[in-house]
């Protein structure tokens, strides 16, 4: 796979750059965005961009709790209509870690022409996106204030972390199809909890995924009460690693987001046969998610 190589884009029109960007910052969802509807396409890949910038923030290993706070609501002022993305943008990039990718640190450069874009969708769609980043922001903050180094407390906390980073990207989706499409619409009620289930699914699988990676930045998402019915404590997580016990543990998680990715099918079956590209946008993500799951299980 080729590596992303960054580009003078001055002379790009914002859309053209949001494109550009996205391959950048997820190959994956630079495939999969461009199955929507082009009446969505924008729209999503945008919402994607400020979410990712959220994460962005979230996930910088140096900077202060409450730096993380102020740019991070600095950001969902941004999006209800309040201050300058440019004067913004020029005081958090200083502060970013120098290991931040190359893409990420692009996109919040330009994030001026990222809130162009916004600005020009429907006030429906970006009163969707406003509310799933501020949702999102704030849930990141919580969390990131009790920061887990030695795992989350319970389930109900892992599943309360997974609706605010995924499940709340899941009910954005939702809407802004339903507001596209009135076929789609008829099904709101049933498809809103699906997709927070569908969100769950995928963000356990990352979790499940980067176990190792997260622990070395001194962060943990596995719940306690899961790994403490098999006596295994989450602070001494590393050395654990190969124990039959931990092993176990990691099983009924998998099995946990198996379940959520089945409601995500079942989500996926549920979307009108003539929504083909959306339909596809949720089987990409799904297949490469049980595929994944596959892996962490066979290890």
């Given at each position: 796979?080729?590596?992303f190589?960054?580009q003078d884009?001055?002379?790009y029109t914002?859309?053209?750059?949001?494109?550009y960007?996205?391959?950048?910052?997820s190959?994956?969802?630079?495939?999969?965005?461009p199955?929507?509807p082009?009446?969505?396409?924008?729209?999503?890949?945008?919402a994607y961009l400020?979410?990712?910038?959220?994460?962005?923030?979230?996930?910088?290993?140096h900077?202060?709790?409450?730096?993380?706070?102020s740019?991070?609501d600095?950001?969902t002022?941004?999006?209800?209509g309040?201050?300058?993305?440019?004067e913004?943008?020029?005081k958090?990039?200083?502060?970013?870690d120098?290991?931040?990718a190359?893409?990420?640190?692009d996109?919040i450069?330009n994030s001026?022409?990222m809130?162009?874009?916004f600005?020009?969708?429907k006030?429906?769609?970006?009163?969707?996106?406003?509310q799933?980043?501020a949702?999102?922001v704030?849930?990141?903050?919580?969390?990131?204030?009790?920061q887990?180094h030695a795992?989350?407390?319970d389930?109900?906390?892992?599943?309360?972390?997974?609706?605010?980073?995924?499940?709340i990207?899941?009910e954005?989706?939702?809407l802004l199809y339903?507001?596209y499409?009135?076929?789609?619409?008829?099904?709101?009620?049933l498809?809103?909890?699906?997709?927070?289930?569908?969100?769950?699914?995928?963000?356990?699988?990352?979790?499940?995924k980067d176990?190792?990676?997260d622990?070395?930045?001194?962060i943990?998402?596995l719940?306690?009460?899961?790994f403490g019915?098999?006596?295994i404590?989450?602070?001494?997580?590393?050395?654990?690693r190969?124990?039959?016990a931990?092993?176990?543990?990691?099983?009924?998680?998998?099995?946990?987001?198996?379940t959520?990715?089945?409601?995500?099918?079942?989500y996926t079956?549920?979307l009108?046969r003539?929504?083909?590209?959306?339909?596809n946008?949720?089987?990409?993500?799904?297949?490469?998610a049980m595929l994944?799951?596959k892996?962490?299980?066979?290890?």
């Amino acid at each position: 796979m080729k590596r992303f190589l960054l580009q003078d884009s001055t002379n790009y029109t914002d859309s053209e750059y949001q494109d550009y960007i996205l391959q950048g910052v997820s190959r994956t969802f630079a495939l999969t965005i461009p199955q929507l509807p082009k009446q969505l396409e924008a729209v999503v890949g945008n919402a994607y961009l400020w979410c990712r910038i959220a994460d962005t923030i979230e996930d910088d290993p140096h900077l202060a709790l409450a730096l993380k706070v102020s740019f991070s609501d600095q950001l969902t002022q941004l999006l209800a209509g309040h201050g300058s993305a440019d004067e913004w943008a020029c005081k958090l990039l200083p502060q970013l870690d120098s290991d931040t990718a190359a893409a990420e640190l692009d996109l919040i450069a330009n994030s001026q022409r990222m809130l162009r874009l916004f600005l020009s969708f429907k006030p429906a769609q970006q009163a969707i996106i406003q509310q799933c980043v501020a949702t999102m922001v704030q849930g990141m903050m919580h969390y990131q204030s009790h920061q887990p180094h030695a795992g989350l407390p319970d389930l109900p906390a892992l599943n309360d972390y997974c609706y605010h980073v995924a499940g709340i990207v899941g009910e954005m989706l939702t809407l802004l199809y339903c507001d596209y499409c009135s076929k789609v619409r008829q099904h709101q009620d049933l498809l809103m909890p699906l997709a927070v289930s569908f969100g769950q699914g995928l963000q356990m699988t990352n979790i499940l995924k980067d176990i190792w990676q997260d622990q070395s930045r001194g962060i943990c998402w596995l719940p306690q009460d899961v790994f403490g019915r098999h006596h295994i404590e989450l602070q001494d997580l590393p050395s654990q690693r190969t124990e039959v016990a931990f092993q176990q543990g990691m099983a009924e998680l998998v099995a946990i987001a198996h379940t959520h990715l089945q409601d995500a099918m079942r989500y996926t079956l549920m979307l009108p046969r003539s929504e083909q590209g959306y339909r596809n946008f949720c089987l990409w993500a799904i297949g490469m998610a049980m595929l994944t799951l596959k892996n962490i299980h066979r290890r």
